[in-house]
């Protein structure tokens, strides 16, 4: 049972550290917008054989596993939502795992959270009702925010993506950054410009940095709200981050035998997932023998919309990004 819960424990920390390397973790307002659509079916994730677009037909790989990588965040809404199932969490970071069991390798394909798409809502008898044209970190506010919000998520991730199957989800607060943060001891940047210096006066460009507690949480989260774009900045923060963090995660795993239960013990309220024990223990394997390819993201157009930014998607390099992870 103690192996078990260590590989457990390494895919936590494998994917939380992909949480940290690509997510826009950033507490916002939830976006107004009109329900555009009306009794709609579930979106269902039955077992498929191919892919369709422009109306040819993709084999599907064969041997592949998927798994939904979500980053959550929680705010207070000042608006009226009444009539509606909401939990107020923002799916900030989206990433599909696509496993290739033949080519050992894994593809990471990232979700901007600001897509504009039709997303699932749900009544307050957990069935959808329809959909709404909105940006898709929304979809994990329809539901408790627990197991209904993150299938919600993946249906509406997998309809994007060409109703591309997704075998599993895994969620974290983000909450959970500070708690690993802190558990490896602090992680040591060097602050690469001058963006959020106003959020502390120690984020300096070139100035070196031990962050420990909230200040962890700053440097990850933070941007200036007034420039748009500045999620851009606020990434090349998250990639110094997670330099400083992956070297300080193997000093802590080298020195500490424990260390893989701590991590597990202290972040397993945090976590929400349909991995069974044995699923996690394969996910966690791959994650250990496969290549890890780069992380792609789809191309797309950022816009203003009337309060929040928007980005509308390339739906041809989406689908490059589909084809070549899961089809044949």
């Given at each position: 049972m103690k192996k078990s819960?260590?590989?457990?424990?390494?895919?936590?920390?494998?994917?939380?550290?992909?949480?940290?390397?690509?997510?826009?973790?950033?507490?916002?307002?939830?976006?107004?917008?009109?329900?555009?659509?009306?009794?709609?079916?579930?979106?269902?994730?039955?077992?498929?054989?191919?892919?369709?677009?422009?109306?040819?037909?993709?084999?599907?790989?064969?041997?592949?596993?998927?798994?939904?990588?979500?980053?959550?965040?929680?705010?207070?809404?000042?608006?009226?939502?009444?009539?509606?199932?909401?939990?107020?969490?923002?799916?900030?970071f989206q990433t599909v795992?696509?496993?290739?069991?033949?080519?050992?390798?894994?593809?990471?394909?990232?979700?901007?959270?600001?897509?504009?798409?039709?997303?699932?809502?749900?009544?307050?008898?957990?069935?959808?009702?329809?959909?709404?044209?909105?940006?898709?970190?929304?979809?994990?506010?329809?539901?408790?925010?627990?197991?209904?919000?993150?299938?919600?998520?993946?249906?509406?991730?997998?309809?994007?993506?060409?109703?591309?199957?997704?075998?599993?989800?895994?969620?974290?607060?983000?909450?959970?950054?500070?708690?690993?943060?802190?558990?490896?001891?602090?992680?040591?940047?060097?602050?690469?410009?001058?963006?959020?210096?106003?959020?502390?006066?120690?984020?300096?460009?070139?100035?070196?940095?031990?962050?420990?507690?909230?200040?962890?949480?700053?440097?990850?989260?933070?941007?200036?709200?007034?420039?748009?774009?500045?999620?851009?900045?606020?990434?090349?923060?998250?990639?110094?981050?997670?330099?400083?963090?992956?070297?300080?995660?193997?000093?802590?795993?080298?020195?500490?035998?424990?260390?893989?239960?701590?991590?597990?013990?202290?972040?397993?309220?945090?976590?929400?997932?349909?991995?069974?024990?044995?699923?996690?223990?394969?996910?966690?394997?791959?994650?250990?023998?496969?290549?890890?390819?780069?992380?792609?993201?789809?191309?797309?157009?950022?816009?203003?919309?009337?309060?929040?930014?928007?980005?509308?998607?390339?739906?041809?390099?989406?689908?490059?990004?589909?084809?070549?992870?899961?089809?044949?």
């Amino acid at each position: 049972m103690k192996k078990s819960t260590k590989f457990i424990a390494g895919v936590v920390s494998v994917l939380l550290i992909l949480v940290l390397l690509g997510g826009s973790l950033l507490l916002q307002q939830r976006e107004d917008g009109n329900i555009v659509g009306a009794g709609t079916s579930e979106h269902a994730l039955q077992k498929k054989d191919s892919l369709e677009y422009n109306g040819k037909t993709y084999p599907l790989k064969r041997h592949i596993r998927t798994l939904l990588v979500m980053g959550t965040d929680k705010f207070n809404p000042e608006e009226d939502v009444s009539g509606l199932f909401y939990n107020y969490q923002q799916a900030d970071f989206q990433t599909v795992l696509i496993f290739d069991q033949d080519k050992k390798t894994c593809t990471p394909i990232q979700i901007n959270r600001d897509t504009m798409c039709d997303v699932p809502w749900l009544s307050v008898n957990g069935k959808v009702g329809g959909t709404k044209f909105c940006q898709i970190a929304l979809s994990h506010t329809y539901g408790s925010g627990a197991e209904d919000s993150c299938v919600n998520s993946r249906n509406a991730i997998s309809s994007l993506m060409f109703d591309a199957p997704i075998d599993h989800y895994v969620s974290f607060s983000l909450d959970s950054i500070q708690i690993i943060n802190d558990l490896v001891g602090g992680v040591t940047v060097t602050v690469p410009d001058n963006a959020i210096a106003y959020a502390d006066p120690d984020f300096v460009e070139g100035n070196t940095v031990l962050l420990q507690g909230d200040k962890a949480m700053k440097f990850v989260r933070t941007r200036d709200k007034e420039v748009f774009g500045s999620n851009i900045d606020r990434m090349s923060h998250q990639r110094v981050y997670l330099g400083g963090f992956v070297q300080a995660a193997r000093e802590c795993y080298a020195e500490e035998d424990e260390f893989s239960l701590k991590a597990y013990d202290q972040l397993s309220p945090y976590m929400v997932t349909d991995l069974s024990l044995n699923d996690l223990n394969e996910t966690v394997q791959m994650l250990v023998e496969y290549e890890i390819l780069p992380i792609e993201t789809p191309k797309g157009e950022l816009k203003l919309g009337t309060q929040f930014a928007e980005y509308y998607i390339d739906y041809d390099s989406l689908w490059d990004l589909v084809k070549n992870a899961y089809c044949t």
